[in-house]
């Protein structure tokens, strides 16, 4: 509500705006609460739905100041060994990734973190509507990753393999504001692939060698799926 007001109140008291193709809204969430397991919750829900949330906020999907996590696939692996073993602090993470962990430790490169995750996904724009049911969006990823235990939402990775249960999963992690996300064109499509990557990535993750390197062939190109 807080939130709302404020944007109401700020859009109000500006005589002049327009909004550039080099905007961008970035929303940071408080994740000081969360335990690694729930951190790793939250990852990979924003994973199953990643295709889904850019297009939901604006599509900028190809910006290099927004790089969506699966065309990053090594620092996935990278991250998911790391959290395994609680050694995320040590994490050297890609500031301009859509979803940006580096401020839970580290902000602005010195001193400590700021406890958040940074959304940076949205086009700029002055749609109020809009901004809050992004936020929502946001913050029911959160309480879902709080409430769904790792082995469950690992289950359904596996699991997941029709319309009608793409859309009750959806219902489950989003509750009534779900109907943003199913509503998209290709949502089961893009659901799809994106638990598609996710097998790939978990699969790369158990073959990890004990020298804590990734086991990637020379000359092999990451097997995944970006249609």
Not at 35 to 60: A, C, H, Q, V, W
Not at 86 to 110: F, Q
Request: charged share 25%.
């Amino acid at each position: 509500y807080y939130l709302e007001e404020e944007l109401k109140r700020i859009k109000n008291s500006l005589r002049k705006f327009t909004v550039s193709s080099r905007c961008g809204i970035h929303v940071h969430m408080n994740v000081r609460d969360l335990t690694i397991p729930e951190l790793t919750n939250l990852i990979y829900l924003y994973m199953i739905y990643e295709k889904s949330l850019y297009k939901f906020s604006g599509d900028r999907w190809d910006n290099p100041f927004c790089v969506p996590l699966f065309f990053t696939p090594i620092d996935l692996i990278n991250l998911f060994r790391k959290l395994q073993e609680d050694r995320v602090r040590n994490l050297n993470w890609d500031k301009y990734s859509g979803l940006n962990l580096r401020p839970i430790w580290t902000y602005k490169e010195r001193g400590r973190g700021l406890g958040t995750i940074e959304f940076r996904h949205m086009v700029g724009n002055f749609d109020i509507s809009w901004i809050m049911q992004w936020v929502q969006l946001i913050i029911k990823l959160k309480l879902s990753a709080k409430t769904l235990s790792g082995e469950y939402i690992q289950s359904q990775i596996q699991l997941l393999n029709t319309t009608s249960q793409y859309s009750n999963f959806t219902g489950e992690v989003f509750g009534e504001h779900s109907k943003y996300l199913k509503s998209l064109p290709y949502f089961e499509q893009d659901m799809e692939s994106c638990i598609t990557n996710i097998k790939y990535i978990n699969s790369r993750v158990q073959n990890f060698n004990k020298a804590g390197l990734v086991e990637i062939n020379e000359g092999e190109p990451p097997q995944i799926v970006n249609n």
